[in-house]
């Protein structure tokens, strides 16, 4: 996305949501717990993941985590809508983190509020005179690159899109048995052989976690 920068803020459906820079450390239990509450996130949109990839990937970057909070005139608590990870240490912003590790950019959002959060970044590289934005990592029937690409336009900016790569997905059964037992007898083979090569190599360990809490000391 490329800017404009002297254009006016023209969001017209309703009051935008607060966006400011939190510090990861007192963001990341809030954002922990709206993971957890929304269906379908990825595991890319965790605060774990960010945590783990800044530790080993991350010391080119400045990271800058943008927290989405209902308006100020709403009275009582500002829960958390959102969260939208940011690299703003190159030329012009981008998600934060590396394509070629994670299948999508890392941005979580509570279901609806994809509008809004678009707009509010929008606004937020306005104020900063950013000359553009790389959304990279976004599922093309994702609703935030459809509001991404909306709200570019309303502001006067230029969105480009192009297919970065395909994601391979698959339905798993409910065991890893029942999983080699649907492979082709020709994949199943191959993957025994590559199993046997691996422990044959060293100490093989697996571990497994089940909730956030066992993730967290994993």
Not at 137 to 160: E, I, N
Not at 188 to 210: I, M, Q, W
Request: charge should be negative; proline fraction near 10%; include cysteine.
């Amino acid at each position: 996305m490329s800017g404009a920068p002297d254009g006016e803020p023209v969001f017209e459906d309703g009051p935008l949501p607060l966006i400011t820079s939190e510090p990861f450390e007192a963001l990341a239990p809030e954002w922990a717990a709206l993971h957890g509450e929304t269906a379908g996130a990825l595991p890319f949109s965790h605060p774990l993941w960010h945590d783990t990839w800044l530790r080993h990937c991350g010391a080119a970057v400045f990271p800058v985590f943008l927290a989405l909070r209902p308006p100020a005139d709403e009275e009582g608590e500002a829960p958390l809508l959102g969260v939208i990870p940011l690299d703003a240490g190159g030329t012009q912003p981008r998600f934060l983190g590396d394509p070629d590790l994670s299948d999508h950019s890392g941005a979580l959002m509570a279901p609806g509020q994809e509008g809004g959060a678009a707009a509010a970044l929008i606004e937020w590289l306005m104020e900063d005179l950013a000359a553009g934005f790389e959304a990279w990592g976004l599922p093309a029937s994702g609703p935030l690159r459809a509001a991404l690409v909306a709200a570019a336009g309303r502001y006067g900016w230029t969105a480009t899109e192009a297919q970065e790569a395909v994601t391979p997905a698959v339905e798993l059964p409910e065991s890893w048995d029942a999983y080699v037992a649907m492979l082709p007898k020709k994949h199943r083979h191959e993957l025994r052989r590559k199993l046997r090569n691996l422990e044959r190599a060293g100490e093989v360990g697996f571990e497994s976690a089940a909730g956030a809490g066992e993730l967290a000391g994993a």
